[in-house]
């Protein structure tokens, strides 16, 4: 019994000392370097016949004691001949729980990624998609054969992936689209499997774009340096993959930091959380940190465009609040805000479509309302350049007095008639205004200390020209101008303003003027000067910045009452009016004033014997008419 027992441990001992020799001399041919070379030769040869394209590596480390397996010097051609993918390393680290059927992937590890992506234009074919269709899955089918629908390996076809640590180092994508490159480069991607959630960092993340085109700006300091053309967008990002499926995701971005030195973006911070799925995302807490700007968006949802279903894209947000200080947007998007560092307080809400923007309940204003107004708006044709349209309610807004001066002196303009803008006082407005392209004309009421004014102004599309209507039916201009001889005025004006910029600072070089250029024609329906109470006065105004020259006329039935003034508003002179030339002219009398009294006396029978035919007949007219029977 005993020596039974021996012999059959003997044998087992004889039997797994055999494997051992077997696997150790397998792992020690496997571990040298010349089968090594001949394996990765059979393997990429055959990955060229697959893909019908040169695919070649330098050479291949494999440690199967450890598990690592090192790819040095691979590269790939697309079917032009063209270089479309190379890689100086890929290092990976394997377990596998044979149990479990699990294939660990502990660590995989990339240096030097370089892709070369090339499309001619949206409808030709990239020179990737070749790689997608060789390892995509082909669909089944109920044809098949049963033979082929089962696997020739249900181990590997039953084994799972799990990665641990993916790391992406010195990696850069070029994509050449029509005239427009963009390059896509990356210092580092680590990945990294935290419990059941991904951790993701970016960093020294550098996207470029370059259409081969002026920039927009080009020569045009007024347009804001933004340009999808001409990139140079650098980023930091930390990322927490909560779930992701084939179908969802949950993500939240944790960290971010944006800065794009040639358009002068730069976001310091930008935190969200995103829920997605093919047809929907959802962003939620939304946080935006600029240099002094701070934006919240508590929810937007998007629907994502289909084709199939013609389905658009479309979007809606929640609440959008924060204080903003527009100096932050002014070099990508409006120079002309380069020095506006007021802060301001915000509040809005927004959706729309790839097409058009609509803005509701918004409301601007400073901490301490001196500043404020409620709008609403929207703006369409956003794909179409010259079909551009932006239309705007502005429901109220209200500027205490002297916050205008404070508002103006955030702009690089002249100061004019700072003092008579003081002088309104308190101003209130509602209204409306439009932007055709570039044509802007504005519509409302103004309230002010001095009286209400209704007006229309329209900005040309050269905006070179200021041109409108205003009208007020009862208007303080002596408190305003400080002459107080000058009472309540009922008036409308019509207007061309000179706002060229150029010419405007010509004109202030030479004359040092302080007032508008251009010309004004007003009708005065009624006004007073000291204790001359006068109706019907017509004016005509020009001024060329220093010097507003005029003539006013008082018509009446037999006479009319003109003189001539001067107005002068330099940097020189005081602000003074001064009036020359008065005088009264007498009408000739008018064509049936010069007939002879006879006739005028016909006309006069002719006219009452009219009005008494007339009156007879109303009266026969309203005479009630006798009933009659059969």
Known sequence: MKKTVR????????????????????????????????????????????????????????????????????????????????????????????????LIVKRVESDGLKALLVRSDSDSVANYEFLI???????????QPPSEKKSKNPLFDSLSLDVHRLLLKDASVTYNKADTVTALMLGLLDVKRDGKKLLVGIDSLHLQTDNHQPRKNAGRPKKGAFDAGHLDVKANMKWVINYLQKDSLNATLAEATVHDPETGIHIKDLRLNVLATPKHVTLENLVLQQDSTLLNIDRTDINLPDKKTGQQLTFRTGNITGHIVLHDIARPFAPVLQDFHLPLKLSAQMNGTDDQLVFHHVQVGTDDRKFHFTADG?????????????????????????????IISQFQVKKLLMDQLYRLGDITY?????????????????????????????????????????????????KVLEMPKIGDVDWSAEFNIDISKARTAKMRREKGGKLPIGIVKAKINECSYDRIRLKNLTTDVESDGAEARGSIVQQGKRRDIYSQFIYTGSNDQKNRLKIINPGIRFHKKQTEDAQPDGTKNKKKKDKKAKASDENSSTKVSDTPKAKTGK
């Open 7 to 102: 012999n059959i441990l003997l044998w087992v001992l004889g039997i797994i000392l055999l494997i051992v020799l077997l696997l150790g001399g397998a792992t020690l041919m496997l571990n040298t370097k010349n089968v090594q070379q001949k394996l990765l030769q059979a393997a990429t040869e055959r990955l060229s016949e697959r893909l019908q394209t040169r695919v070649v590596a330098d050479s291949v480390s494999v440690n199967l004691f450890g598990m690592e397996m090192s790819l040095y010097g691979l590269s790939v051609d697309d079917l032009q001949g063209l270089q479309m993918l190379q890689m100086e390393r890929l290092k990976s680290n394997l377990g596998v729980r044979l149990r479990k059927r699990e």
């Open 133 to 143: 269709k060789a390892f995509s899955k082909k669909p089944k089918t109920d044809k």
């Open 430 to 478: 509602n209204g409306h205004f439009d932007v055709l392209w570039k044509r802007e004309s504005f519509r409302g009421r103004l309230t002010t200390a001095a009286g209400p004014m209704d007006f229309q102004l329209t900005v040309d599309d050269n905006a070179e020209n200021l041109t409108g209507t205003v009208s007020s039916p009862t208007f303080r201009i002596g």
């Open 378 to 406: 929207v703006i369409d044709h956003l794909k179409g350049k010259h079909l551009l349209t932006i239309s705007c309610d502005i429901n109220q807004l209200q500027v205490k007095q002297g916050m205008p001066e404070v």
